[in-house]
């Protein structure tokens, strides 16, 4: 069983930055995904960032140039640095792992959200 505590959300002011940090307890298949969604109201959730095991990365278009994804493998952590906040980035923030699951195929992991708010 795989566990997912993500950490970072807060109030932040337009133009501002934040940081939202997940880790993940338990195993986790030598190849995998671990992404950031979020899932403003009223809306449905929406892929913001995602990071395979080989490094290879994927940004929604509305975030790119401001948002990083990063990884710590050994640390079993990904990172989501948020940059140039703006209203529309208000929304709860979740954190996704997508493991290789032994007879089972893929699965897929959920943390219980962090809230984003961006204000004036």
Known sequence: QVQLVESGGGLVQPGGSLRLSCVASGSLSETNLMAWHRQAPGKQRELVASMTTDGSTNYTDSVKGRFAISRDYAKKTVHLQMNNLKPEDT??????????????????????????TVSS
Request: with cysteine; glycine share 12%.
């Open 91 to 116: 929304a709860v923030y979740y954190c996704r792992v997508r493991t290789w699951l032994t007879l089972r195929g893929w699965r897929d992991y959920w943390g219980q959200g962090t809230q984003v």
